[in-house]
């Protein structure tokens, strides 16, 4: 396949260490939420490391932050890589920063060696992937594919009231509008984030797509009164409501396997052991690799929604705040990805992801595969998230050879050019 190209393991596992450090928690995971001050720290070390490697950095208007190493045709479209350095509150080490720290180490690779590609190559740390402070998840790469409106990105506030403009400009993380033209293809390396490499023995996932999904936010409003003197049928309590809803949430995704319904986030008010709530915010999520059956679960949660509300005198406001259909992966990146782990002789299988991913987004608008690890246990989105070494390496090598196919090797760069 033309030029080889050898990736470092110890290289990329300090990286991943180093970077790990940046919202570092005494559980031995990560917080470092998307465009805090922290988020800010892990983009300036990934921008410096990136310039070491050759590279020349740029930032669109939603933050997306991407380097490029120019390609012996740079005028060609690049072939880009990327995942995220954001994670959750009680993320782990890997979620996110594994992709960016591995087409870093592609990167790293190809300029220790001299390699010259006919195209450009670019890594791109995206926006927001995780949601857990702005919502929805995979902002940026849903902005950069232009299935999010950039204004209404940059108007999403979190808990405390901050925007995403305020906290792109706190941090100096907002670019100019980026007149580089679309990639010829991406890839996204992740670990899988589920229990089905590790139980097959597997060590790399060939993904073929991601499910689909949707997001829901609510507010129940109900009536505070006395929790010692207000009969309870003459209550307008929100909070029972929400149980209620919660309750439907479970039993609808266990209806229907595989599929995944969750109420992740709630906040009560007023928030006092006396007082009967009068409103609550609800998230809800409801995920299906068949997008007919996700309108279903879509439909019983509604249901079941209207059914608490009437049961307890509530008003609903109901939002869909994501809907993500099912995403194939693209027959050619998912060959190479394959074609790659069976030269390196490690095992593999096909994957459907169950997580969101960057690359979800991306597939919308050009040729798209993933390469999925395994982590230990299948556990993610925990601090107690872990993944071996070597199996992290060999998903970067197959990232590496599925890039270098598309980019296209020419002769290595002499000493004397
Ligand atoms: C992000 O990690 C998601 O799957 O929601
Ligand atoms: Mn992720
Ligand atoms: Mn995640």
């Keep these: 396949m033309g030029t080889?190209?050898?990736?470092?393991?110890?290289?990329?596992?300090?990286?991943?260490?180093?970077?790990?450090?940046?919202?570092?928690?005494?559980?031995?995971?990560?917080?470092?939420q998307a465009l805090t001050e922290l988020d800010g720290q892990a983009r300036a070390l990934f921008s410096a490391w990136c310039r070491e490697a050759g590279c020349v950095l740029r930032t669109d208007p939603i933050g997306n932050l991407i380097a490029r190493r120019p390609g012996r045709n740079d005028s060609q479209p690049a072939i880009m890589m990327g995942s995220h350095l954001d994670s959750q509150p009680t993320g782990g080490?890997?979620?996110?920063?594994?992709?960016?720290?591995?087409?870093?180490?592609?990167?790293?690779?190809?300029?220790?060696?001299?390699?010259?590609?006919?195209?450009?190559?670019?890594?791109?740390?995206?926006?927001?992937?995780?949601?857990?402070?702005?919502?929805?998840?995979?902002?940026?790469?849903?902005?950069?594919?232009?299935?999010m409106g950039l204004d209404e990105a940059l108007a999403v506030r979190d808990t405390e009231g901050v925007s995403v403009a305020e906290a792109l400009a706190r941090i100096g993380a907002q670019g100019m509008a980026?007149?580089?033209?679309?990639?010829?293809?991406?890839?996204?390396?992740?670990?899988?984030?589920?229990?089905?490499?590790?139980?097959?023995?597997?060590?790399?996932?060939?993904?073929?797509?991601?499910?689909?999904?949707?997001w829901f936010q609510m507010t129940l409003t109900g009536r505070a009164s006395h929790a010692g003197t207000t009969p309870m049928d003459m209550r307008s309590d929100a909070l029972v409501g929400a149980a209620a809803i919660i309750g439907a949430l479970d039993r609808i995704g266990r209806a229907h396997p595989p599929g995944c319904a969750t109420a992740g986030?709630?906040?009560?008010?007023?928030?006092?052991?006396?007082?009967?709530?009068?409103?609550?915010?609800?998230?809800?999520?409801?995920?299906?690799p068949d997008d007919a059956v996700r309108a279903a679960m879509e439909l019983e949660f509604?249901?079941?929604?209207?059914?608490?509300?009437k049961l307890n005198h509530l008003d609903l406001n109901l939002a869909k705040v994501l809907e993500q259909p099912a995403a194939p992966f693209d027959p050619a990146c998912i060959a190479a990805i394959r074609q790659a782990a069976e030269r390196n002789g490690y095992p593999s299988m096909e994957i459907i992801s169950g997580a969101a991913h960057d690359a979800v987004a991306l597939s919308r608008i050009v040729p798209t595969g993933m390469v999925f690890v395994p982590c230990a246990g299948g556990v993610s989105h925990n601090e107690l998230e872990s993944a071996e070494s070597g199996d992290l390496a060999a998903g970067c090598q197959v990232l590496a050879e599925a890039v270098l196919a598309y980019a296209r090797v020419s002769d290595p760069v002499t000493p004397s050019r």
């Design 4 to 32: 080889a190209i050898r990736i470092d393991e110890d290289r990329l596992w300090n990286s991943l260490m180093e970077l790990a450090r940046i919202g570092a928690t005494p559980a031995g995971g990560v917080n470092r």
């Design 93 to 147: 080490k890997f979620d996110g920063a594994y992709g960016v720290m591995a087409g870093l180490e592609v990167l790293r690779a190809l300029h220790a060696a001299g390699i010259e590609t006919e195209r450009p190559i670019e890594v791109v740390a995206w926006t927001n992937e995780e949601g857990a402070r702005f919502a929805p998840s995979m902002m940026g790469s849903q902005v950069y594919a232009g299935l």
């Design 178 to 214: 980026d007149s580089g033209s679309r990639p010829a293809a991406y890839f996204e390396a992740h670990i899988e984030q589920g229990p089905l490499l590790e139980a097959e023995r597997k060590t790399i996932g060939v993904v073929s797509g991601g499910q689909g999904q949707c």
């Design 265 to 288: 986030r709630i906040l009560v008010s007023p928030n006092s052991p006396n007082v009967i709530p009068d409103s609550v915010y609800l998230t809800a999520e409801i995920r299906h």
């Design 302 to 309: 509604r249901a079941a929604a209207d059914e608490a509300v």
